[in-house]
Each structure stands twice: as C-alpha cells, then as structure tokens.
T-cell receptor, first 109, second 116 residues
Framework: RKEVEQDPGPFNVPEGATVAFNCTYS??????FFWYRQDCRKEPKLLMS???SGNEDGRFTAQLNRASQYISLLIRDSKLSDSATYLCVVLYTGNQFYFGTGTSLTVIP | GAVVSQHPSWVICKSGTSVKIECRSL??????MFWYRQFPKQSLMLMAT?????????EQGVEKDKFLINHASLTLSTLTVTSAHPEDSSFYIC????????????FGPGTRLTVT
C-alpha cells in the first residue's frame, strides 16, 4: 500500500464549478499535511498547509480527518487558472515527506 | 518570504561531462534541503536529503558517487551530476525547509538537464 494515495483524475470541470479532491495516508502518526499545485514543466508551489482540522484560503478549503486518515481539498468557483496538478504531501516523524502522485484538474471554459 | 532559486534553469551537456546545479534559499536559512528528479508525466522522486554541514542521505537506488551533494551553508546546496549520460536527462528540483520536522518545503524553479 502506498504511503499517500490520490485519485489521479483527470478531473475536467466547467468554469464556476466546485470540485473536491481526496487524499488518503497510511501512517496515523503523520504530523503535517500540505497541498501543492504543480503546473506543467514547473516546480510545485505551496497552496495550503493543514496543521489542525482544516484551513480555508479564499476559494480553497482543506480539511483533515485524522480518524479516517484523509485530507481533502475543495475548490469553489473554479477558474481557468486553477488548471494544474494538485499534489498531496504528508510529513511523517523523522522529517520524512511523502508525495501523492497528484490529481490533474482541467477547468473548461 | 520563502523564495528558493536554482541555477541554471536549463542545461544541455555532452555525455561524460559533469554538471553542477545550485540551489539557494534567498530570504531564509534552510536547515534542510531536498533534491528531487521528475520525469515527464511522473511524480517527484526524492533523491537525497541534505542537512547543512553533514553528509547527504541518499534514497535507495540513488548513486551517491554519481550525484554529489554538498550543503556548505544554510543558504546553498549543490548537486553535481558526474559523468552524465542521456538517461540522466530529467527535471531536477530542489526544495528548502526552515525547520525540520515542522515546516513546509519551498521548491526552486527546477533545472532541466538534457544530456546528448
């Protein structure tokens, strides 16, 4: 079983739609959680950090469910510029980061 | 804050030569830096973890004599690909972390290496 699993998609949604991605992790001792976005041929950029039960930043909401060991990312009112690959990253003890394989999102006009 | 630079952004070299890639944290001190490589349409693959002033920790399957990592200061780490071959062609990305165990990684813009 992979340490971090994501649905690779692709998710194709119309502009203005709400879309949600889930990410599951296997180690219950995980410390911190992050969502990054990566555009094609670019580096990952930090989107949100999730240290407690959740975090909200404008149109983006991340939620953490420790009991079920998953993190979700909700994007409201999708924009064309949201098209990217979204990476779920989990930090374990010992400063070990585990990356999901990413979820591809395309927002269609 | 939390800006990481990488140089060069792209490089083309001949087979058998060595290439050095620099990774700098511009506005913070990075106790830990990470080096990744990424092939097209694949996820990031961690190559090694580098702590300032100590030897890098390499992931299984990564040759430490081929991928030399030096983390000489809290703002600079270098990756040298020695005797490069075409199969080393990839996107190399570094990241830097302020406080190990707690903080996010901030990624450099990457270096695209092509070995001919």
């Amino acid at each position: 079983r992979k340490e971090v699993e994501q649905d690779p998609g692709p998710f194709n949604v119309p502009e203005g739609a709400t879309v949600a991605f889930n990410c599951t992790y296997s180690n219950s001792a995980s410390q911190s959680f992050f969502w990054y976005r990566q555009d094609c041929r670019k580096e990952p950029k930090l989107l949100m950090s999730v240290y407690s039960s959740g975090n909200e930043d404008g149109r983006f909401t991340a939620q953490l469910n420790r009991a079920s060991q998953y993190i979700s990312l909700l994007i409201r009112d999708s924009k064309l510029s949201d098209s990217a690959t979204y990476l779920c990253v989990v930090l374990y003890t010992g400063n070990q980061f585990y990356f999901g394989t990413g979820t591809s999102l395309t927002v269609i006009p | 804050g939390a800006v990481v630079s990488q140089h060069p952004s792209w490089v083309i070299c001949k087979s058998g030569t060595s290439v050095k890639i620099e990774c700098r944290s511009l506005d913070f001190q990075a106790t830990t830096m990470f080096w990744y490589r990424q092939f097209p349409k694949q996820s990031l693959m961690l190559m090694a973890t580098s702590n300032e002033g100590s030897k890098a920790t390499y992931e299984q399957g990564v040759e430490k004599d081929k991928f030399l990592i030096n983390h000489a200061s809290l703002t600079l780490s270098t990756l040298t690909v020695t005797s490069a071959h075409p199969e080393d062609s990839s996107f190399y990305i570094c990241s830097a972390q302020r406080d190990p165990g707690l903080a996010e990684q901030y990624f450099g813009p990457g270096t695209r290496l092509t070995v001919t």
